[in-house]
Structure formats: structure tokens, C-alpha cells
């Protein structure tokens, strides 16, 4: 498997800012790398495994938890996770950007807004039109995509923050086990009399 090469390997999308920090975003082939490196291992995928692709990737754990990584993206912080259950990896997920105060958002709006398009954009060429949620300006928020494997990939945008959840199907079956419940237990509700709440 051939190493993903880190993020000054691409060039960055970034944006100098008042107080001189730069907001960066991660190179979309860098970003689409590691997507792909994750989402398309075969699954389930081990702790012990999942360590193993931190260490192809270049990045370093937390000392206090070793499924909290710094990345090598630029980002100047621990900028990705897994979340393990019983020694399997349920769940992993990285920011394509660095943290800026919340008052410098307009100033990258317009990129963020970009860099979210793209990625949606080779996403979908890689795996097909994924589920898009929309917000109250009809500006997309976030899309889904779910491979054969029943793995799902979602990119959302939320004002200057960029990120990816990749869930495992593990994890997909688990919220589709309790969404199913929760509407079965609303449509028992709807026909409970009245006297009987």
C-alpha cells in the first residue's frame, strides 16, 4: 500500500487573518487520500490495525489516548480520532481545516464554502450522488455517501469548520437498528388513547 503523502506535498488553500494566523485547508487529493485509506480498508478494522495506518500516514497519538492523532496536515493540532468499541474501530473522523475564532468567520466563508464544493465534487466522482442535508439558506451542509460494505463517508461544513466521519458498518447498523426502534415507538405512541398518557 503505498504512503499518503503528507500535506505539504500539495499546495494549501489558505487565509491570512487579523490577529496573523492563517486559516489553512487541507489539499483536497491529501484529504481524499486518507478518506480513501479508511473508508475503503476492508472492515471490521482493529485498534491494533487502525494504529498501523496512523503510523503509514506519519501521524503521532496523544499521549493520553492513542486513538486522538495529530496529523501532519498543517493544522497545528490533534485534528483527528477513532472511536473504538471492544478492540474495533466503530467510527474515525478528521478536520480538513485549522480552528479559527469564531469572529474571523466571514473572512473564510468563501473558502470553506470552495473547499466543501470540491470535496463533494471528487467524492461523488469516486463513489456516486451521496445524501445531501441542506440548511435553512438552502446551502448544503453535509453529504453522505455508503459503500457496498455498508461503510458510510460524510462531509460537513459548519460556518469555518470542515470535516469527515467515516462510520463503520458496524456503526451504520447500530443507528439504523435504533432509528427503527425510536419510529416504532413513536407510531406506538400515536395509538395510545389519550386516557393512557
Known amino acids: 500500500m503505498s504512503q499518503t503523502p503528507a500535506a505539504h506535498d500539495s499546495k494549501y488553500t489558505q487565509t491570512p487573518l487579523p490577529d496573523g494566523t492563517l486559516y489553512r485547508i487541507v489539499p483536497m487529493p491529501v ?3 486518507v478518506i480513501r485509506l479508511w473508508l475503503e480498508h476492508d472492515w471490521p478494522l482493529s485498534a491494533d490495525h ?7 500516514l506519519g501521524w503521532v497519538s496523544s499521549p493520553s489516548k492513542t486513538t ?3 496529523t501532519n496536515h498543517g493544522t ?3 485534528d483527528a480520532s477513532a472511536v473504538v468499541i471492544r478492540g474495533m474501530v466503530n467510527s474515525f473522523a478528521f478536520n480538513l481545516c485549522s480552528r479559527i475564532a469564531l469572529e474571523f468567520e466571514p473572512l473564510v466563508e468563501a473558502s470553506a464554502r470552495s473547499a466543501f464544493d470540491q470535496y463533494v465534487g471528487a467524492l461523488s466522482a469516486l463513489y456516486g450522488e451521496g445524501t445531501t442535508e441542506w440548511d435553512d439558506d438552502g446551502e448544503a451542509r453535509s453529504v453522505t455517501w455508503q459503500l457496498p460494505s455498508t461503510a458510510t463517508v460524510r462531509i460537513g461544513k459548519s460556518g469555518w469548520l470542515l470535516r469527515v466521519d467515516i462510520d463503520s458498518p458496524s ?8 432509528a427503527e426502534y425510536f419510529e416504532m415507538f413513536d407510531e406506538n405512541d400515536d395509538e395510545l388513547p389519550e386516557d393512557e398518557w
Open 171 to 178: 456503526a451504520v447498523a447500530a443507528a439504523a437498528a435504533e
Open 76 to 78: 497545528g493540532e490533534k
Open 68 to 70: 486522538l492523532f495529530t
Open 31 to 33: 484529504g481524499i487520500r
Open 50 to 56: 487502525a494504529l498501523q495506518l496512523r503510523d503509514e
